[in-house]
């Protein structure tokens, strides 16, 4: 869109405005727009277009694009223009745009900013090595806290490592432990079970033929069949064979050196002999293994308050020693437990 400028905004005289700049949003008049073009090549960039008053001219082709950044300055030559100076018809640079009397001026506000870069140095001088220390302080700080947890990462992963190689082998043994009590591969159970199922086997054949040849009736087939199969049934036996009862125990404390746990054989318990001993309700029994080298047991009875010392010998029990007790009175539901320490009697 054109300027709201009628006249020539250039010699600001001439109202035969034919040219508009879009670049500088200004109007310009014939003289004007050749004057600039053969004097400024410069301005060639800025974008020159026919007047809205004068779209119907037919010379649309002399469009122009200015672009006063290009231009230099008409005194200083090495320096690009800023503004253009319609009463001295001449391109300006910064410099020329300062008036001698405003260089002391400059010059006075040229120092305080020296000043104030200067002043602006000094605190930074005087507080850097403030914030240069400790962010060295810190650094170090935080390098010694990555090589320490580095550090205490590889061993808890070496003792991780360590640990598994432990608890691999304490699974190892216990599983040769179980296969030393029990093989499931090769034990009496598998021997037996592969006897009594070869007999089952064999009994099964035996079984189905006879009921064919039984099913025909051809007397060729009775006779040739009961010459192959007519043989002892084998006897009804089999072996008494009871595994081992094997339970395994979970290690429950931390420092245990069982990690796994351990697996145990529950032992067998044989009744071998029994005694009957006559109006002694016994409470306790415990064995004593006494300095004396003998095989001395004791029997304590709450309700007689009496404590009973005897030996076994051959099928006869004998007594050896028997103290009552009155001062003293137990009063208690159950039997009272008995312990041998050192040869003396631990109620």
């Not at 009628?6 to 010699?11: E, G, P, R, T, V």
Request: proline share 3%; charged share 30%.
């Amino acid at each position: 869109m054109a300027s709201k400028y009628a006249n020539c905004q250039f010699c600001e005289e001439s109202a035969s405005v034919k040219w508009y700049c879009r670049s500088c949003d200004i109007n310009l008049c014939d003289a004007c727009n050749t004057k600039i073009q053969s004097k400024l090549e410069q301005l060639s960039d800025h974008k020159v277009v026919i007047s809205e008053k004068e779209e119907n001219i037919e010379d649309s082709e002399n469009i122009r694009k200015v672009d006063l950044k290009k231009i230099a300055c008409s005194k200083h030559m090495d320096q690009k223009c800023v503004t253009y100076c319609l009463n001295c018809d001449k391109s300006l640079c910064s410099s020329c745009l300062i008036q001698p009397f405003q260089y002391e001026e400059l010059n006075n506000v040229f120092e305080e900013k020296c000043f104030l870069l200067k002043d602006l140095k000094s605190k930074i001088d005087e507080c850097y090595p403030f914030f240069e220390e400790k962010a060295d302080d810190f650094r170090k700080m935080d390098d010694g806290e990555v090589v320490k947890h580095n550090e205490i990462k590889e061993k808890i992963s070496n003792r991780k490592n360590e640990v598994k190689d432990f608890v691999s082998q304490e699974a190892l043994k216990l599983e040769e432990f179980m296969k030393k009590i029990w093989d499931t591969e090769n034990n009496p159970v598998v021997t037996e079970r592969k006897r009594l199922c070869e007999i089952e086997q064999e009994l099964r054949t035996r079984q189905n033929i006879i009921d064919e040849v039984i099913d025909k009736l051809k007397p060729d087939s009775i006779f040739s069949i009961v010459e192959n199969i007519s043989r002892e049934i084998p006897e009804e036996s089999a072996l008494n064979i009871q595994p081992p009862d094997l339970i395994y125990i979970e290690g429950k404390e931390r420092l245990t050196t069982e990690v796994l746990g351990s697996v145990i054989k529950i032992p067998e318990v044989v009744l071998i002999q029994t005694f009957e001993v006559k109006s002694f309700n016994i409470s306790g029994l415990v064995s004593l293994n006494s300095r004396l080298n003998d095989d001395i047991c004791v029997m304590h009875s709450t309700s007689a308050h009496k404590f009973k010392y005897f030996t076994i010998s051959g099928s006869k029990f004998v007594t050896v020693k028997e103290i009552t007790d009155n001062k003293f009175v137990l009063k208690f539901d159950k039997p009272v437990a008995m312990a041998n320490y050192q040869g003396e009697i631990v109620l």
